[in-house]
């Protein structure tokens, strides 16, 4: 069964900093997706990643993509405020009756701070 | 704007009501999913239908019953719920995996229910 583990699961960073958070794997997955979910809302895709070495970059966060380590990172360059939430690692996995379900992380909580 | 629309947004139910969750997508997608998100917590896989067949029930009691009426269209009806299954409902679609599509999974703005 996949399981699916993000490090850290909170995040306390001053303004302006850089930092990269880990998303790893335990099972072979060629597709990995990145959500953003502030409080009381839904998920916002950020980022797919479908292919080793994919490497994917909007605004302040890059996030790549290496399936033979089975892991992502995500890296937050010069953060701000409105970087402020809960970002979701998610995994492809496919089930025994061949239909495909995404498997969740436990969430990153991020909190940039003035 | 989000594509997906879910209504209503709020809901509020006691143990013996029957309500439905109503789901709505017009991007042509062929898969359709429910999914389950406590505070704090990532979210859980529910239900699947994948041109309109329900390909993935995850072992969710029968007091939940989806249902996909066409392609654009996904329900989850309520019956005899329990405090503890009070929660945000998230509707999700995505296009299959067949030629370029990524599998993307794009969510709704969810339904929150409170069970009384």
């Known amino acids: 069964e996949l399981k699916v583990e993000q490090n850290p699961l909170f995040l306390s960073m001053q303004e302006g900093k850089n930092y990269t958070i880990y998303c790893n794997y335990s099972?072979?997955?060629?597709?990995l997706y990145w959500y953003r979910q502030d409080p009381g809302k839904s998920l916002e895709s950020l980022f797919v990643?479908?292919?080793?070495?994919a490497v994917k970059q909007e605004g302040r966060l890059m996030a790549s993509l290496d399936t033979k380590a089975r892991l992502s990172t995500l890296h937050i360059t010069a953060a701000v405020h409105d970087l402020s939430a809960t970002y979701f690692c998610?995994?492809?996995?496919?089930?025994?009756?061949?239909?495909?379900?995404?498997?969740f992380g436990k969430g990153m909580k991020l909190t940039v701070n003035p | 704007d989000t594509e997906v629309t879910q209504t209503p947004k709020h809901l509020v139910m006691g143990m013996t009501n029957k309500k439905s969750l109503k789901c709505e997508q017009h991007?042509?997608?062929?898969?359709m999913y429910w999914y389950k998100q406590k505070a704090k917590k990532p979210p859980e896989l529910m239900f699947v239908?994948?041109?309109?067949?329900?390909?993935i029930n995850e072992s969710v009691p029968s007091r939940f019953s989806p249902e996909c009426p066409n392609s654009s269209l996904l329900n989850l009806h309520l019956h005899a719920l329990q405090p503890e299954d009070s929660a945000l409902y998230l509707c999700?679609?995505?296009?299959?995996?067949?030629?370029?599509?990524?599998?993307?999974?794009?969510f709704g703005e969810g339904s929150r229910l409170t069970v009384l």
């Open positions: 990643l479908l292919s080793n070495g």
């Open positions: 999700a679609s995505s296009q299959d995996r067949e030629g370029a599509n990524t599998g993307e999974l794009f």
């Open positions: 991007m042509g997608h062929r898969a």
């Open positions: 099972t072979t997955s060629d597709r």
């Open positions: 998610a995994v492809a996995s496919r089930t025994q009756g061949g239909s495909e379900k995404l498997v």
């Open positions: 239908y994948s041109y309109e067949k329900l390909s």
